[in-house]
T-cell receptor, first 114, second 116 residues
């Protein structure tokens, strides 16, 4: 009963490096999204996808890239890491974008940029 | 303008007592969903309860209930018979209809501490 799976759980990057956070869900959900959580704050939306081949920007998209080639996978790419991207990242999914559909979260990925 | 407001940064409750965590929201969309999530110290986000804008009755899930007052735009979470394991951050969130892309908007959270 995997649900939403994120890897890696912890990562340390140097400024300027790039990396990809992986996200996979096995619930056949059409809607997937990435959030970041900074200390003392709620989650903020980075990018989202309403289905394979469709992505859009959220509240804080700068410095991140996404693609959705399959229903199951929604990787988040950091293009050139900056210390301001030090955060906890959550991947999430729901059956659809409808207001009544619960969004389920992965366990989070702790990223530190030095 | 902030769409979800949680005015209590921190709350304390005695074990076995009930506690109410406040949440107010702002939207002009008639169709929306309100969610509460629990985030323990281990960091994961756990879904607790959902209330739809058209629901006539307040939602309940075990020890969790949602006090939904639509006219006041409030969706307070009530936890009955608090347990030590309820100590965590609690987030209120809203999902709007229309062209909002299904995104979930979060409040800043309330840290609940349950005292033995």
């Amino acid at each position: 009963n995997a649900g939403v799976t994120q890897t890696p759980k912890f990562q340390v990057l140097k400024t300027g490096q790039s990396m990809t956070l992986q996200c996979a869900q096995d619930m056949n959900h059409e809607y997937m999204s990435w959030y970041r959580q900074d200390p003392g704050m709620g989650l903020r939306l980075i990018h989202y996808s309403v289905g394979a081949g469709i992505t859009d920007q959220g509240e804080v998209p700068n410095g991140y890239n996404v693609s959705r080639s399959t229903t199951e996978d929604f990787p988040l790419r950091l293009l050139s890491a900056a210390p301001s991207q030090t955060s906890v990242y959550f991947c999430a999914s729901s059956y659809s974008a409808g207001v009544g559909n619960t969004i389920y979260f992965g366990e989070g990925s702790w990223l530190t940029v030095v | 303008a902030q769409k979800i407001t949680q005015t209590q940064p921190g709350m304390f409750v005695q074990e076995k007592e009930a506690v109410t965590l406040d949440c107010t929201y702002d939207t002009s969309d008639p169709s929306y969903g309100l969610f509460w999530y629990k985030q323990p110290s281990s960091g994961e986000m756990i879904f607790l309860i959902y209330q739809g804008s058209y629901d006539q009755q307040n939602a309940t899930e075990g020890r969790y209930s949602l006090n939904f007052q639509k006219a006041r735009k409030s969706a307070n979470l009530v936890i009955s018979a608090s347990q030590l394991g309820d100590s965590a951050m609690y987030f209120c969130a809203m999902r709007e209809g229309g062209n909002q892309g299904g995104k979930l908007i979060f409040g800043q959270g309330t840290e609940l501490s349950v005292k033995p």
